[in-house]
């Protein structure tokens, strides 16, 4: 069955610096990963997904992430932190080959400090 | 632009009465989707609907119930509504696509609390 898994519930980093919200995966078919935004009060928003056309995805607003099938993961990175970055971040996997429904990860916040 | 509308952002309601919370999506998406989201939980898949009048369990489908009469329309009904079904609701819709790899589109949310 298809899963996802977000360490850490809550990540802080500082304006400027790296951003790496962490997303491993299991699946028993070749995954279709995403990772969705949701800004305080708001719905979800698509950053980015990975469909097997290339390992590194570009994202909106500047973030990237990279599938590795040796370590299962789909990490989410922003080479540096705005304020306006702050916000809960899901990962999320399409839940079989042929399904519209996706499996969402518990979710991350991250928090930017000035 | 994709527009996904939900018919209240906050709804407060006491134990036992019948809730109908409504999604609207003016994209002609064949397939929507409610969801409830609590913390630490991420989003769990309530009831999906595939085509007018079609629907489907999802994951949590305990306590609710769903009706699509109209494609642009889809309605997540709590019969009997509990403490417990406090939350916050989230509307999806998607296109049916040669793909499966259609992106999720949602609405802002409705944040349920119940008496």
């Known amino acids: 069955a298809q899963s996802v898994t977000q360490l850490g519930s809550h990540v802080s980093v500082s304006e400027g610096a790296l951003v790496l919200l962490r997303c491993n995966y299991s699946s028993s078919v070749p995954p279709y990963l995403f990772w969705y935004v949701q800004y305080p009060n708001q719905g979800l928003q698509l950053l980015l997904k990975?469909?097997?056309?290339?390992?590194l995805v570009k994202g909106i607003n500047g973030f990237e992430a990279e599938f590795k099938k040796s370590e299962t993961s789909f990490h989410l990175t922003k080479p540096s932190a705005h304020m306006s970055d702050a916000a809960e971040y899901f990962c999320?996997?399409?839940?079989?080959?042929?399904?519209?429904?996706?499996?969402f990860g518990s979710g991350t916040r991250l928090l930017v400090r000035p | 632009d994709v527009k996904v509308t939900q018919s209240s952002r906050y709804l407060v309601k006491r134990t036992g009465e019948k809730v109908f919370l409504e999604c609207v999506q003016d994209m002609d998406h064949e397939n929507m989707f409610w969801y409830r989201q609590d913390p630490g939980l991420g989003l769990r898949l309530i009831y999906f609907s595939y085509d007018v009048k079609m629907k489907e369990k999802g994951d949590i489908p305990e306590g609710y119930s769903v009706s699509r009469e109209k494609k642009e329309r889809f309605s997540l009904i709590l019969e009997s509504a509990s403490t417990n079904q406090t939350s916050m609701y989230l509307c999806?819709?998607?296109?049916?696509?040669?793909?499966?790899?259609?992106?999720?589109?949602f609405g802002p949310g409705t944040r349920l609390t119940v008496l």
């Open positions: 990975y469909t097997s056309a290339a390992t």
């Open positions: 999806a819709s998607t296109p049916l696509g040669a793909q499966v790899v259609n992106e999720q589109f």
């Open positions: 999320a996997v399409i839940k079989g080959a042929s399904s519209y429904k996706l499996i």
